[in-house]
């Protein structure tokens, strides 16, 4: 079934509830770079806490790294960006418009009506050239050749560079991974789709280091946990694909490499969120290489050195946090009522707000006890107080952000220390005391 285009009634929503902002806004925006809002930087932490818990938190044999964003210029030499990170760039002589070669299809040409460009008779497509996606900027006072340094396009580099650093203060054995979210910069020739290609973006990345031959059966374990993570934190199962690469889309080193897709709905359909890659000994060879200094592996044990192979796993935080926001908005109907609501269904762990507090009215000790309520949640989950409007104008606000749970303070509530907690999907609403709120919820949370 063909999922809907949700992404202008998103980008709205996410500005009008703070998720998310246009950068610069007052100056008339920056292309393509965007600021999380109050609730956007909690919906992306979260996604970020469950990567890491998954990746780091819960496993022996991966470890975290928090590397620079600048690094030592011979590293991008080593890694093939300065000679080979790059796009081909069309120019149209007519409207000045520029695009990516190679994704033509996925772009609209400004003329009317916009078409896919080089499909107006207008147009006029100059022939591609190589342009360079790094950043470049330069250290120090001086701005001259031998200054230049980039800003990083992904943060995997930083991993590379420091395996045998991890590998012996943490006395790991391969094989082991090393796991990092950090953000990267990639000067992209059309950049678009709201935060799903940005200049500036966050990425999650972790390297598995193995010995040679075992590397296939790493690789696919590591599609399989993968998967299984994108499931967990809520992607619809039809909306999630394997995409392979042929052997035309293969880089030169990859031994093998699958794409995670999700359906974003409308035109945009089926794209790449993750990355998941074979990259043998790429990479460890070629620092080795360019820094003069040994990257092997010594295996006591069994008495040998080698060069561990690599399986990647690479995905956006700000691309899956659009994934999860055009997965989660739906649009209902409500019986009874001529106004339908609108829902972000997130993941309850997702979820920047997990439960709402409101007084029915603004009097006989309703907001005091609804206040205190907050403050006895607060500790352990995040909580929003809300006394303003009609009870269901209340409740469209926080399904409208996602909040799992509203709790409502009425008079009875001030006889018997009872609330309402009433569910944010099925609409069900239970009686619950209050000293049995936070264990209820806390269960509710969990499951
Ligand atoms: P694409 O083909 O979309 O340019 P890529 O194959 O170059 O992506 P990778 O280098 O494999 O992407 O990066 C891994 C992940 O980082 C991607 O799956 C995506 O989630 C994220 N990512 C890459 N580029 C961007 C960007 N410009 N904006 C937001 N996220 C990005």
């Known amino acids: ?38 609730l956007g930087v909690e919906l992306k932490r979260n996604i970020k806490d469950h990567w890491w818990n998954a990746m780091v938190r819960s496993r022996d044999d991966v470890v975290g790294l928090d590397a620079a964003i ?15 990170f790059v796009d081909p760039l069309v120019d149209c002589k007519t409207c000045k418009g520029r695009f990516r070669a190679d994704k033509l299809e996925d772009a609209r040409c400004p003329q009317k009506p916009s078409k896919q460009p080089g499909q107006h008779d207008a147009c006029q497509l100059t022939e591609p050239r190589q342009f360079n996606l790094m950043f470049k900027t330069f250290m120090g006072p001086l701005e001259e050749s031998a200054s230049t340094v980039y800003l990083r396009p992904e943060t995997a580099q930083g991993i590379f560079v420091n395996f045998l650093n ?31 290609r940005t200049r500036e973006f966050e990425q999650m990345e972790m ?6 031959g075992s590397d296939m059966e790493w690789f696919e374990q590591w599609k399989a946990a993968r998967m299984k993570w994108h499931l967990d ?24 490499a699958f794409d995670v897709t999700f359906d974003f709905g409308g035109t945009l359909g089926f794209q790449e969120i993750e990355g998941i890659h074979n990259r043998g000994d790429f990479d460890l060879t070629q620092h080795q290489n360019f820094s003069s200094k040994k990257l092997e592996y010594f295996d006591q044990p069994n008495n040998k050195r080698y060069v561990p192979y690599v399986v990647e796993t690479s995905v956006g935080a700000d691309r899956v946090t ?22 972000l269904g997130l993941h309850s762990s997702l979820a920047p707000i997990k439960a709402a507090v409101f007084p029915l009215t603004r009097k ?34 926080q399904d409208e952000v996602g909040t799992p749970y509203c709790i409502t303070v009425d008079p009875q509530s001030i006889t018997d220390e009872s609330v309402t907690v009433r569910d944010r999907d099925s609409l069900a609403q239970d009686r619950v005391n209050t000293s049995q709120l936070k264990s209820y919820l806390a269960g509710k949370l969990a499951g």
């Open 322 to 343: 659009l994934a999860v926001l055009v997965n989660a908005y739906r649009e209902e109907s409500v019986e009874g009522e001529d106004e339908g609501r609108v829902v």
């Open 207 to 212: 390297q598995f280091f193995v010995e040679p």
């Open 70 to 84: 600048l690094m030592h210029p011979r590293v991008w030499e080593a890694s093939g960006h300065v000679g080979g």
């Open 233 to 256: 934190i809520g992607l619809s199962p039809e909306r999630l694909q394997f995409h392979q690469h042929g052997a035309g889309e293969l880089a030169h080193y990859a031994r093998a």
């Open 364 to 397: 006989d000790g309703q907001p005091e006890m609804a206040r205190r309520i907050v403050e006895d949640l607060r500790p352990v989950m995040a909580v929003d107080y809300d006394e303003t409007g009609s009870i269901g104008k209340r409740y469209r606000r």
């Open 166 to 196: 991890v590998q012996q203060s943490t006395r790991q054995k391969v094989p082991f991974g090393i796991a990092q979210i950090g953000k990267a910069f990639r000067n992209e020739i059309t950049p678009g789709n709201f935060i799903f």
């Open 1 to 38: 079934m063909a999922q809907p285009d949700v992404m202008d009634k998103l980008v709205s929503l996410c500005k009008r509830r703070g998720f998310i902002f246009q950068s610069s806004e007052i100056y008339g925006g920056t292309g393509s770079v965007w600021d999380y809002g109050p």
